[in-house]
């Protein structure tokens, strides 16, 4: 065959490679256009290092505190305040109750999303304890903390802020000996 | 012979062909149309709708004459010697720019809606939606109130066994309740897979994604009871677990807050009393109808090799211990979930002792019996 | 071109096909190739078929009467999956194959074994998928757009073999698209530029790229599906820090082109058909190739118009809606330059013209309820009802498929040499056409009256128009047992054809005869 069909071949197949390789890239760049766009609500699961982030003349933002338990997730788990006022620019403390009712110990992990998504990205954290997996003991139960600032960059057109946590029993796969829980839970049928 | 369509005003618009097409003379083609809702938004939407339907017909009437009329005018009989034009660029120009500029005209409306549709700010009354395999759960957050909202069309009726009723697939046990007038906030997640919460007449459809939220506000104009669907593919009952909204005066509303937070406090005191085993029986023939009869069958036969049966099991007739458990905790790895959550302590005490006392299972086995007080000590703290 | 082929003219051991039925493992001859994937293709829209008809057996009237709720969500998700990977990409894949080499000036494809590699996984891979609903928890049921984590945490067992069909499939179709490209940019007749090509040919050309482009990306998604079910990552779970939306964003940047790529090579078809039965040369060939173009390059950046619902935030909302819109612009320019090319025609209506102008009236009519599904406010109401599932099969069933059988029958004499039986065709069409409608006009209704997508039973104000719509489906699925035998029978003989066939029919194809020699073109033809 001639050289010209050989050259195209071989572009063709590194195009192939490329965008396999580029499919997987979607991963990091989601995730890295959804902390800086606030798409989707997600949030960062770290705390900020941006020291100045507060200011003295802040205006009024309410948020709404929601919780979740993800599937068969049988902790107790509520906001203390379901829906507080505060201002921008000034640090807020906010506390999540959980209690572990089983006779079992559990581990948790709590995944935040914020609504509307446009204000993800504004919603800064110090402390969460959506940061670390919880572990509870068999009938223990905590006072979580959050501890978080809206810049003052938030879009005036928000005033309500939805910031909902679920919590995921992570138990098991933080659990080497339950290997077979393991794959139990995953193939869990639709039916 | 191009005409240019001049942009009017984004409401004007939506206004003008809203009150031509919504006039009664078609109102005979309304059960083949989009409803018009009981929202402005609602209307808004039916409005750009039925725009963009009938600009696809104006440019079908058009396009396909020209194609009809050359179908009948042009055969090879009655013109045997084809033309040989085949490029024209001014005319090519034509019909690239027109329709553009009729596109321009379709989105400034529709985007005009949608920035409503986004305008999201504080609601009077917030509820958090909850898609589960296959119900949905609503908690109205300000005044703590919470249920579950299940299809209550009886098998029967979906095998073919007694007839359909008026609202077949479309009627749950406990519908959610909100005033006319106010705006009301929904919160949407999901509990498992992706569903999705669509209410037809307010023109609110967004994801139930597990682990995110989602957010859709409406206000109702209009009293009346409303039906919508689950609208994403979740699994075996996708089709039966629908949306259904009673949108109430303010003092029926309050009524009903009130006579929730009653029931909640009532629900307490049951749970202290003594319960005989018939008072129990005959509750949970009721929990059971609506919760487990789509896999364990209402004689307690389940499917072979895939749902078990109730009737005649070891678990059910001998070990209430493991019985109990299973119903709390669910079976990992098998479809049957954890009813700790969805049962307050008086339902799950009726519906476990419904099963030991059912299809033969009294007189089989130890027939022992669940009361309320049993649950809540299951769900005390083991040290 | 190569020395090999030319010393292979004078060679006696190749003038002829193999014998036996080894002939047919072994070709590398791309007509063999092409009949094959043909056939598979038609195999396969009988099953997927079958599957409908189940499907529409259990909608006739509301109440589960012939399926479960499980197994009927195993029906739409094999339904789909056929349709799509094994009836329409591989029936045009079969038409690129037979024709593209003639149409060029070429002897054959560029990598005729490979050619061969491409065809024959793809009977393994379906042998696959379909064993799936023998298996314990049966057949994917996940709907064939598999959305996370019902497609993942929630998935029956068969889920892993469906991953390792969908990347055989897609293996063939990348190397199916290397073929093509190779082909047409490096095997053209001396004097055939690009311009000069057969719409065809531009159609195709274009299509491979987009697969070459997209079909990895959907390799990427399944394998982040099998690393989160099998090896414990989190790509599409929340509990792991991962997003279940991630997956739609990734399916649907393969999705989106995915449904383009099932239109192009139908709009190269209709081109070529309307053109040689107006008896006039096509209207406006260069902008033909441009709004195909376009509609490729822009198909890539409208994928979220299938996620109007998840959440996306406004801006993005207005962005897709927009470019979606845009879409419409290059399309109706194809659609203007068909019917300018019929105006002033003299135009003739055997069985490929009647198929090609149902296209392009059918196709128009899904294109108006696709820019209606635009409008991001209106898709809240149109999302996930059967006014999606009208849209779709309108542009794939009189659109792709229409388009397929127009160009059977309007090939079949070359491929043959045998003409169809014309009344047959007629008959055929006529049916076929009344089939598609009543199954699929109803169903933008009862969308809109609120009938979601993807439900085994339905309230009762969507009885009605539900059983007509089942009527049409089975008065469509039994013409094509017709097509059946009209193909068999054309095979086996027929009025002889000639080499041009066709009044007005142009290109290298209708230059040698018919039925096409085993090897055409080992010389190159001289192109003006």
Redesign the interface.
């Known amino acids: 065959m001639n050289e010209g069909s050989k050259k195209t071949i071989r572009l063709l197949c590194f195009s192939v490679l490329g965008m396999f390789t580029f499919s997987f890239a979607l991963v990091p760049l989601y995730d890295v256009f959804c902390e800086v766009t606030g798409l989707n609500g997600k949030i960062e699961l770290e705390a900020t290092t941006n020291q100045n982030l507060e200011t003295e003349i802040g205006r009024d933002v309410s948020i709404q505190f929601v919780s979740h338990n993800n599937e068969q997730m049988p902790w107790i788990f509520r906001p203390s305040e379901s829906q507080i006022k505060i201002q921008t620019g000034k640090y807020h403390t906010a506390t999540f109750y959980v209690k572990n009712p089983t006779n079992k110990r559990m581990i948790a992990q709590a995944i935040p999303s914020v609504a509307p998504s446009n204000a993800a990205s504004h919603l800064k954290k110090l402390e969460c304890f959506c940061f670390e997996e919880q572990e509870l003991a068999p009938g223990e139960e905590a006072l979580l903390p959050v501890r978080l600032i809206f810049d003052d960059e938030l879009p005036d057109s928000i005033k309500s802020v939805v910031l909902s946590y679920t919590i995921f029993d992570v138990t098991d796969y933080n659990d080497l000996e339950m290997t077979d829980h393991h794959d139990g839970h995953e193939m869990e049928a639709s039916l | 012979m191009f005409k240019k369509v001049t942009t009017t005003v984004n409401k004007g618009l939506a206004a003008i062909f809203l009150s031509i097409f919504t006039s009664p003379s078609f109102a005979a083609w309304s059960?083949?149309?989009?409803?018009q809702g009981v929202t402005a938004?609602s209307k808004?939407?039916f409005g750009?709708?039925m725009l963009?339907?009938w600009i696809?017909v104006a440019?079908?009437i058009v396009?396909?004459g020209?194609?009809f009329y050359?179908?009948f005018a042009?055969?090879?009989k009655k013109?045997?010697?084809?033309?040989?034009?085949?490029?024209?660029t001014s005319?090519?120009l034509a019909?690239?720019i027109v329709?553009?500029l009729i596109?321009v005209l379709?989105?400034v409306p529709?985007?005009n809606?949608?920035?409503k549709?986004?305008?999201?700010?504080?609601?009077d009354i917030?509820i958090?939606v909850?898609g589960y395999?296959w119900k949905w759960e609503y908690r109205y957050?300000?005044d703590?109130i919470g249920f579950f909202s299940n299809l209550t069309t009886d098998l029967d009726?979906?095998?073919?066994k007694t007839p359909?009723g008026?609202?077949?697939?479309?009627e749950v046990d406990e519908a959610v309740v909100i005033p006319v007038g106010k705006k009301i906030r929904f919160?949407i997640?999901a509990?498992?897979?992706?569903h999705?919460w669509?209410m037809?007449d307010f023109?609110?459809?967004?994801?139930a994604?597990?682990?995110?939220?989602?957010?859709a506000w409406t206000i109702v104009d209009k009293p009346g009871t409303y039906?919508?669907?689950?609208?994403?593919?979740?699994?075996?009952?996708?089709?039966?677990m629908p949306v259904v909204v009673k949108v109430v005066p303010q003092d029926e509303y309050d009524l009903w807050v009130t006579g929730k937070k009653e029931a909640a406090l009532k629900m307490a005191e049951l749970t202290e009393k003594t319960w005989s085993a018939e008072e129990l029986v005959q509750r949970g023939e009721g929990i059971y109808q609506k919760n487990c009869v789509a896999c364990h069958q209402s004689n307690g036969a389940g499917i072979a090799g895939?749902?078990p049966a109730l009737a005649g099991s070891d678990i059910v007739l001998n070990n209430k211990a493991r019985h109990l458990e299973i119903l709390?905790?669910?079976v990992?790895?098998?479809?049957m979930?954890?009813y700790?959550?969805q049962l307050s302590e008086v339902d799950m005490a009726a519906v476990i002792t419904y099963t030991r006392r059912s299809w033969g299972n009294a007189e089989n086995g130890d027939g022992e019996i669940v009361v309320p007080t049993d649950i809540v000590e299951y769900?005390?703290?083991?040290? | 071109m190569s020395a090999v082929i030319e010393t292979h003219d004078h060679d006696d051991h190749h003038h002829g096909p193999a014998e036996g039925l080894t002939r047919w493992l072994y070709t590398t001859n791309h007509k063999d190739i092409g009949t094959l994937y043909l056939w598979f293709s038609f195999a396969m829209f009988l099953i997927g078929g079958a599957m409908a008809m189940v499907i529409r057996a259990e909608l006739f009237q509301p109440g589960m009467q012939i399926v479960e709720p499980e197994f009927y969500n195993q029906m739409l998700t094999l339904h789909g999956l056929i349709m799509v990977f094994g009836a329409v990409m591989p029936a045009f894949v079969g038409l690129a194959n037979w024709l593209i080499p003639m149409m060029v000036g070429a002897p054959d494809m560029a990598l005729p074994r490979m050619n061969n590699l491409s065809f024959w996984i793809l009977p393994v891979a379906f042998f696959i998928l379909l064993s799936s609903l023998f298996m314990e928890g049966g057949a994917p049921n996940f709907g064939w757009t598999f959305y996370a984590p019902l497609s993942t945490t929630y998935a029956p067992p068969s889920v892993t073999f469906f991953i390792f069909s969908v990347h055989i499939m897609g293996a063939s179709s990348i190397m199916g698209s290397i073929n093509v490209i190779v082909t047409i940019m490096n095997m053209r007749a001396p004097g055939m530029t690009l311009m000069k090509m057969p719409l065809f040919v531009w159609s195709w050309l274009i299509t491979a790229y987009l697969l070459i482009a997209v079909m990895p990306v959907l390799a990427g998604a399944v394998t982040m599906m099998l690393m989160d079910i099998h090896f414990g990552t989190s790509f599409f779970n929340a509990a792991g820090g991962g997003d279940p939306v991630l997956f739609q964003h990734i399916f649907w940047f393969f999705g989106h082109p995915e449904v383009y790529i099932m239109i192009l090579p139908a709009f190269g078809i209709t081109s070529h058909i309307i053109e040689t039965f107006s008896r006039k040369q096509l209207f406006g060939h260069t902008s033909m190739v441009w709004a195909m173009t376009s509609i490729a390059i822009l198909s890539f950046v409208v994928w979220a118009h299938h996620m109007f619902t998840v959440g996306l935030p406004l801006a993005a909302e207005l962005f897709f809606m927009w470019a979606t819109m845009l879409i419409a612009v290059p399309t109706g320019v194809k659609v203007f330059n068909w019917v300018t090319t019929m105006f002033k025609g003299s135009i003739t209506y055997e069985t490929p013209m009647l198929f090609a102008i149902a296209f392009v009236v059918l196709f128009t009519i899904g294109g108006f309820s696709g820019l209606m599904l635009a409008i991001t406010p209106a898709d809240f109401q149109y999302h996930d009802t059967y006014f999606v599932v009208a849209h779709f099969h309108y542009v794939l069933v009189p659109g792709a498929i229409f388009s397929i059988m127009a160009a059977v029958y309007y090939w079949i004499p070359k491929w043959t040499g045998n003409m169809y039986d014309e009344r047959l065709g007629r008959l055929h069409f006529w049916l076929s056409f009344t089939g598609v409608n009543v199954t699929f006009f109803p169903q933008h209704w009862i969308g809109l009256a609120g009938m979601p997508r993807r439900v085994p039973d339905y309230a009762l104000q969507f009885a009605d128009w539900n059983m007509v719509s089942s009527v049409g489906a089975f008065l469509f699925g039994a013409s094509q047992i017709l097509f059946l035998f009209i193909v068999i029978k054309t095979v086996m003989g027929g009025k002889k054809a000639t080499p041009e066939v066709w009044e007005g029919a142009r290109g290298l194809e209708w230059t040698v005869d018919s039925p096409a020699p085993y090897h055409t073109f080992s010389t190159p033809p001289k192109v003006s």
């Open positions: 059960d083949l149309n989009m409803t938004i808004e939407v750009l709708h963009i339907f696809c440019i079908g396009v396909f020209v194609m050359s179908m042009f055969t090879k013109n045997p010697n084809a033309s040989t034009f085949h490029e024209n005319l090519e019909w690239t329709p553009f596109l379709m989105a529709a985007s809606t949608l920035t549709i986004y305008d999201d700010t504080e609601g917030n958090q909850i395999q957050l300000e703590n009726e979906i095998y073919n359909k008026e609202h077949y697939l479309e919160l997640t509990n498992d897979v992706i999705s669509w037809p023109a609110i459809k967004q994801d994604i597990p682990g995110f939220i989602n957010t039906r919508g669907k689950c609208t994403e593919l979740c699994g075996k009952n996708h089709g039966f895939i749902f709390m905790e669910g990992q790895g098998a479809a979930a954890s700790a959550n769900k005390k703290p083991k040290v």
